[in-house]
C-alpha cells in the first residue's frame, strides 16, 4: 500500500490536521486536492501550535514533499501570508519543499468581496467568507482565472476583463458597492504571482511517478462528507467535494482508481461551525463542557463551534459515501469527566426508523434516537467506545486520539505497509 486518504468524516475539524501531521511522519508526499484557505488544520508539536490553511501539515516534515493539487482554489494572498507564518516559526516553505498545481483557480478579491457581500443579504449559509463559493463558481462556469495565468500579464489581464463582466453588474447593481478597480486588481494579482512562480508546476505528473515508483503518498481532505456540496446538507455546505472523488478529479486518479487505504477522522462527539440542521445539537450544560473542554473555537474564522453528541447516522453515511476502510477517533480526553454520554444510534423520521443518512435526506426533520452510555473515565476506557463504534460502524478504528500532541495518539494499523 502506497497511497492513503484522509477525509473528515463529520462537519470538518474532525482534527485531520493532527491525524494527518502524524501520519506524514511514515508518507512521502502530503497532498490537499480540494478547498481553499477555508481549511483551519491545527497541529501541535512539542507544545508549539500551528495553524495551516492552504499549506499541506505535511509541511511540518523535512522530508516531505506537499503538493497543492489542481482541485484546490488558491488565494496568492493568503498563500503569502501563511507562508509568512510558517518560515517565521522556522520551517522551511521553498519549491523544493512545495509544489503547487499551476492548474489551481484563483481566489482573487472579487471573490472575498462577492462572499461577504452575500453573506450580509437573508440568504447566509454561515461560510468562511474566504471567497471560496465563488471562485468554484467561476471554475464550473469555466471563466475561472488559473495560477499560470498569473505568470503572464497579457493573459492575466485578459482573463480578468472576462472574469470582471458580470461581476461588475452583480457589484455595482445587485449590491451597489463600488468594484474594487481593475487596474490595481491585475497589478497586484501579477505581482503576487512573480512571488509565487517558482512554486507552480506540473503537480499531476510528479504525483503519477511519485505513486508509480512507490512512494507513499497521502492525500489530505479539507472540511468534511457532511459539507460535501454533493453529500453534504444541502444548501448548508462548501463549494468543492469534500468526499473521497475529489482526489481523482482535483489531484490524479491512482491505476485503476484503487488507494490503499481511506481513513475518516470523525470527532468523539460532533461539531458544527456556521448555519444549518444538525440533529444531535446539544444546549445547556452539556454544550458548555464540550464546547470549553474541547476549545471549540473555529481555527479560521475563531467562530464558536456548535457541539453535539455522537451521531452514527450520519457515520454511517460518511462512511459509505467516502468508502472508509477505517476510521480514527479524536478529542476523546473531552470526553472525560462528563456526566453521561449520549450515542445518537438512529433517526426517526414519520414513522420510520432511519439508522444510516442519505443524500438529500432533510436533517431539520429527523429525531434523533438516543442509548445511554458510560463515559471514559480515563485513558484505558477509551476502549470500550471504540469497540462501540466498531461494532456500530462495521469498520475498524485504527486510530485512538486523546490530545493535540503526537504522543497522544495510538496507532492500531499498519497505513503505508510498502516501507513501514
Ligand atoms: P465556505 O467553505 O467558506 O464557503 O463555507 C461553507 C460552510 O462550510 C460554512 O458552514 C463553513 O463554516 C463551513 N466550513 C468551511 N470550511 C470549514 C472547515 O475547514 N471546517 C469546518 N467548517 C468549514
Known sequence: MSTLAIIGAQWGDEG????????SAQSDLVVRFQGGPNAGHTLVVEGKKTVLHLVPSGILHGHVLSVIGHGVVFDPESFLSEKKVLEESGVEVSPQRLLISGHCSVITPYHRLLDQLREGTGDKIGTTGLGIGPAYEDKVGRRAIR????????????ALEKHLGEKKVLFEHLYGVDIPPFKEVLEKLWDLGQRIRPFFGDTFGQLHSSITSGKRVLFEGAQGALLDVDYGSYPFVTSSNTSLGAIYTGACGPRGGALGEVLGVAKAYTTRVGDGPFPTEVQGPAREFLQQRGEEFGATTGRQRRCGWPDLPLLRYAARACGLTSLAITKLDV??????????WAYKLGGE????????????QVSPLYENFPAPRKEDDFDEYKQRLQRALGIEVGLLSWGPGRHETQQFKTYFSSKD
Open 16 to 23: 485531520k490536521g493532527k491525524i494527518t501531521d502524524f501520519l
Open 147 to 158: 495560477a499560470w495565468d498569473l505568470l503572464e500579464k497579457k493573459r492575466l489581464s485578459w
Open 335 to 344: 470526553l472525560v469527566g462528563l456526566e453521561e454520554l449520549k450515542i445518537c
Open 353 to 364: 426508523i432511519l439508522t444510516e443518512a442519505y443524500p438529500g435526506l432533510d436533517l431539520s
